[in-house]
């Protein structure tokens, strides 16, 4: 069992019958030996954040999180379907619960699934990955009004700004936390 003190960042723990992520935490004492915590949890189900204050002295439950590596194979606009890369067994998550994943997700891409209580909960991707542009318009070198930034119409169907230099068909490097341009490929 946690106590309050124990969830520090990236410690997850069961609220509500629920697995959460802690985001972030402050500690306030107030004397005599007892502090209130403030948390931001992320439940690793369906994504959502809640702000929660609770007291050193109350108890949680770790939660048992696993990670299995996964092949991504389709998906059928609401529905994402994932192949075990041990057991060869297909499993599915809804598209609320990916929250922006699918915007990076690639036929045959690898990618590591959270499961919880065995059920896929969670996808968890690379910080960065590679795609290809598939549309942008031609970036004119005297076009100073956006910063020399342009958008562009990734593979997945994400649209990004970019530098005006990059073209069609160019492989990017992505960064899937800011679903931000980072370099080149």
């Known amino acids: ?17 629920m697995p959460f992520e802690v985001m972030s935490y402050a500690q306030k004492v107030m004397g005599r030996g007892w502090s209130i915590i403030n948390i931001k949890a992320k439940n690793l189900v369906n994504g959502g954040t809640i702000p929660k204050t609770i007291s050193d002295t109350d108890k949680f439950a770790p939660a048992d999180i696993s990670t299995h590596s996964y092949d991504y194979l389709y998906n059928d606009g609401e529905t994402y379907y994932f192949m075990s890369q041990d057991t060869f067994e297909q499993v599915e998550l809804a598209k609320k619960t990916l929250d922006w994943a699918e915007a990076f997700l690639t036929d045959g891409q690898k990618v590591m699934l959270q499961l919880f209580d065995e059920k896929p ?22 076009d100073t009004a956006t910063w020399g930034k342009k958008p562009a119409t990734l593979s997945t169907w994400l649209v990004i ?20 341009y980072l370099s080149r490929a």
Do not use: A, H
Request: hydrophobic letters at 40%; a negative charge; zero cysteines.
């Open 121 to 142: 909960i969670n996808v968890n991707l690379d910080p960065s990955v590679i795609l290809e542009v598939m549309e942008t318009p031609p970036g004119e070198k005297w």
């Open 1 to 17: 069992m946690y106590n309050g003190n124990d969830l520090k960042v990236g410690k997850k723990f069961i609220m509500d019958g």
């Open 161 to 180: 700004q970019v530098p005006l230099f990059v073209n069609v068909w160019d492989m990017l490097k992505v960064d899937t936390r800011t679903r931000e």
